[in-house]
Nanobody, 123 residues
């Protein structure tokens, strides 16, 4: 599966941004999808995931502000980010795979990754 992420940019604190990740695979609907981010000098961290069932999972730091969704007809997963904070600044990457439920937040459970898109939130 090839993934192409887009939608990053420079915004101010409190603004919204929507990231998109388009997948090349025709079996997209059978994959779980996730967004991870990596801030400068920090490790990659889980942001949000959505299983093939449609169930959504979020990191505590973004719960209530970010929403992950998928459009299987378009082979695309989205990350709607509202009320952005400077600490959300990072390179955001999408990933696909078939993790079991207990590993959905683990980057090692995903085997395909997009190139990343930079989100910068100014204060």
């Amino acid at each position: 599966v090839q993934l192409q992420a887009s939608g990053g940019g420079l915004v101010q604190a409190g603004d919204s941004l929507r990231l998109s990740c388009a997948a090349s695979s025709g079996t997209f609907s059978s994959y779980s999808m996730a967004w991870f981010r990596q801030a400068p000098g920090k490790e990659r961290e889980f942001v949000a995931g959505i299983r093939w069932t449609g169930h959504e999972y979020y990191a505590d730091s973004v719960k209530g502000r970010f929403t992950i969704s998928r459009d299987n007809a378009k082979n695309t997963v989205y990350l709607q980010m509202n009320s952005l904070k400077p600490e959300d600044t990072a390179v955001y990457s999408c990933a696909s795979g078939r993790p079991i439920l207990s590993t959905i937040r683990n980057s090692s459970a995903y085997n395909s990754w997009g190139q990343g898109t930079l989100v910068t939130v100014s204060s």
